[in-house]
Structures are given as C-alpha cells and as structure tokens.
C-alpha cells in the first residue's frame, strides 16, 4: 500500500519558537506553512532557519541535507493561506493573552473546522485563550521547551472544555515527529515546566537576597551539581537513586528537613506517607527497588559519557559554562 504525503502544519508567528517549530516538524519529513505578518521578520526567515539547519547539520542531527529540510518550510503572509488545509495549527504569537485570543478567534474563523488549534503559551491556558470561542473543543496548548528541535519535551494541557480525541491527536502527532509528549491531566497556570524551572528561580532568588551565595555560585552549583544528573534523570528518580532502599528511604531521611526549609518561604507541602507511596509506586514500575545497584550503576555509565563529551566538546573549561565567554588572555 502506497503511504500519501504527510499532512502539513501550520505556524503562526515567525519569531524563535515558531520558527523552531518548522524545524521539528519538516526534519520529521512534514509540509509546513509558517505564517509570519511583519514584512522584515519574513525577510530574515529563510536566513534564520539556514543556519539554524547548518548547526543541526554540523552536529550530526540531521539525517538528509538542510536544503531538503527548509524546502518543506513555505512562508506566508497571508494567515487564511497559511491554514487553508491544515489539519494542525500551532500558535506562536507573543506571550499576550489579547493577542492570543484575537489570533485563535481569527483562526477559529479561517482553519479547517476538524482542525486542533493548539497555542505553544508558556503559561496562559487554553481556557484563557480560548474559553470565549464556539469551537473551543478543539483548542489546547502544546508547550514546547525552546528550542524544541534540541529539548524534545512537550505538555499537551487541555482545557477543561478540549475533546479528549483532540488531546490524544496532538500527543500523537507530537510523538510522530520525534517529541516527548506529557499529556497533564489537569491545566494549571504555567503547566509542569515553568511550575518546576518558577521553583528553582524563586529559591535561587532567595538565597542571593539573603547573602547566602552570588548568582555566579548558584549557577555554579545547578550547572556542575544537580543539572548533569537532571540531563540524565529526573528528580524523583535522582532521589530514589541516591539513597539505598529507594525513594521511600529517602523521603523518610530528607523529608523533615526539606519540610523545614519549605516553611523557611511560608510552604507547608509535607511529603505524606500516601503521597510518597503513590511515587513509589511509579518508580517501582521504571526502576524496581530489586535492580537498585545495576540502576545506579546505569546513571554512572551515563554520566560518564556526558563528562567525556564535555571534556571533548572544548566548551567548557573548568568553572565556566559554554556560555560564558572565554577569559581574556593575561
């Protein structure tokens, strides 16, 4: 049986995400419209997505030639052409809720009716964006890390309001063109990344205020401590395998005094022995408490490949990120 093309995407908004949108899903192959009002910022898209490609290239991440990838990116000016026949648009106006709205009213007005319209908001709702809307079924958001063609994570959060059959369509088109779909099963205002990233910040925040530490250490610490096993692993899962007798050991250890710098910020989120049960649970579907020291030793292996990158990358010399200039010489 012949297989017909691909079904093309359309992206509204031509700036750094929409145009790192048209990367994921032309490297996977798909027709894309991207959709682009200012005439300059069209001028400067087959510039931006070239090189962005030849990075890609470079690296060893794509599997044919940049020109063949941007060849299925087509520009328009024209947001009715961009949509036409599209049965997925992907919105990538800024971070205004009045924008948003005014651009899916104009979509709900010009996309297919079967289409999903799906917003990449970082932290404004679909129920926001979309609760005034006749259609709004079909409406969710589809979050991306940026840039998604390099951090594969996507939150699909319907709204309360989202057919279900429209959430998993836009998880399993996520999942066909190479992303890692996690479908939240309640919509929250700034959804699972930014409520765990808004975490980190506000507590950095903190203890630069408080005179504990500078930025710079901060960073320091994230960057040469908890983020090379956090490229590897998770948090839950870093915990489980720090501690001998899994996460459950380790709540029963840390929990107290994590509980104790929490109330420090005014929190009282108390790791409940049903709450850590329910964890558990999860973890020991992934990472049975049986197979404890052939996990750790896995998280070590991987680890040991990262540091060898690292080390043969020549971007990061002792005590400096990548991005971080390079000392000037003495």
Same mark, same amino acid.
């Given at each position: 049986?012949?297989?017909?093309?691909?079904?093309?995407?359309?992206?509204?908004?031509?700036?750094?995400?929409?145009?790192?949108?048209?990367?994921?899903?032309?490297?996977?192959?798909?027709?894309?419209?991207?959709?682009?009002?200012?005439?300059?910022?069209?001028?400067?898209?087959?510039?931006?997505?070239?090189?962005?490609?030849?990075?890609?290239?470079?690296?060893?991440?794509?599997?044919?030639?940049?020109?063949?990838?941007?060849?299925?990116?087509?520009?328009?000016?024209?947001?009715?052409?961009?949509?036409?026949?599209?049965?997925?648009?992907?919105?990538?106006?800024?971070?205004?809720?009045?924008?948003?709205?005014?651009?899916?009213?104009?979509?709900?007005?010009?996309?297919?009716?079967?289409?999903?319209?799906?917003?990449?908001?970082?932290?404004?709702?679909?129920?926001?964006?979309?609760?005034?809307?006749?259609?709004?079924?079909?409406?969710?958001?589809?979050?991306?890390?940026?840039?998604?063609?390099?951090?594969?994570?996507?939150?699909?959060?319907?709204? /309360?309001? @989202?057919?279900?059959? $429209? &959430?998993?369509? !836009?998880? +399993? #088109?996520?999942?066909?063109?190479?992303?890692?779909?996690?479908?939240?099963?309640?919509?929250?205002?700034?959804?699972?990344?930014?409520?765990?990233?808004?975490?980190?910040?506000?507590?950095?925040?903190?203890?630069?205020?408080?005179?504990?530490?500078?930025?710079?250490?901060?960073?320091?610490?994230?960057?040469?401590?908890?983020?090379?096993?956090?490229?590897?692993?998770?948090?839950?899962?870093?915990?489980?395998?720090?501690?001998?007798?899994?996460?459950?050991?380790?709540?029963?250890?840390?929990?107290?005094?994590?509980?104790?710098?929490?109330?420090?910020?005014?929190?009282?989120? /108390?790791? @409940?022995?049903?709450? $850590? &049960?329910?964890? !558990?649970? +999860? #973890?020991?579907?992934?990472?049975?408490?049986?197979?404890?020291?052939?996990?750790?030793?896995?998280?070590?292996?991987?680890?040991?490949?990262?540091?060898?990158?690292?080390?043969?990358?020549?971007?990061?010399?002792?005590?400096?990120?990548?991005?971080?200039?390079?000392?000037?010489?003495?």
């Amino acid at each position: 049986m012949t297989r017909g093309p691909s079904p093309a995407v359309a992206i509204v908004g031509g700036g750094s995400i929409g145009v790192a949108w048209a990367i994921v899903f032309a490297r996977a192959g798909r027709p894309v419209s991207l959709f682009e009002p200012d005439a300059a910022r069209r001028e400067a898209l087959a510039g931006d997505l070239r090189d962005r490609l030849a990075r890609l290239a470079g690296a060893g991440l794509l599997d044919e030639e940049p020109d063949a990838v941007a060849g299925r990116v087509a520009v328009h000016d024209a947001l009715t052409s961009a949509v036409a026949d599209a049965p997925t648009v992907v919105e990538c106006a800024p971070e205004s809720l009045e924008l948003k709205q005014r651009v899916f009213a104009e979509l709900e007005a010009c996309a297919p009716s079967e289409a999903t319209l799906a917003s990449s908001s970082s932290a404004l709702t679909a129920s926001a964006i979309a609760g005034a809307l006749r259609s709004r079924h079909r409406c969710l958001v589809a979050h991306p890390g940026n840039p998604p063609y390099l951090l594969p994570v996507v939150e699909i959060v319907p709204a /309360p309001f @989202t057919d279900p059959e $429209v &959430a998993c369509r !836009a998880s +399993d #088109l996520m999942s066909a063109v190479g992303m890692t779909p996690v479908l939240l099963r309640r919509e929250v205002e700034g959804f699972v990344f930014n409520r765990l990233q808004g975490a980190l910040l506000r507590e950095a925040y903190c203890l630069v205020r408080d005179g504990v530490v500078t930025a710079e250490d901060v960073d320091r610490v994230v960057r040469d401590g908890p983020g090379r096993r956090w490229g590897i692993i998770g948090p839950f899962e870093t915990a489980a395998l720090n501690t001998s007798g899994g996460i459950e050991a380790h709540a029963e250890r840390m929990g107290p005094a994590y509980e104790r710098m929490g109330a420090e910020r005014g929190q009282h989120d /108390p790791w @409940t022995p049903d709450l $850590v &049960a329910t964890v !558990a649970a +999860d #973890l020991d579907r992934r990472l049975p408490l049986a197979g404890w020291d052939d996990h750790v030793a896995r998280r070590d292996a991987a680890l040991l490949v990262l540091e060898r990158a690292r080390r043969a990358s020549g971007l990061f010399p002792p005590g400096r990120s990548a991005a971080e200039p390079p000392a000037p010489p003495t």
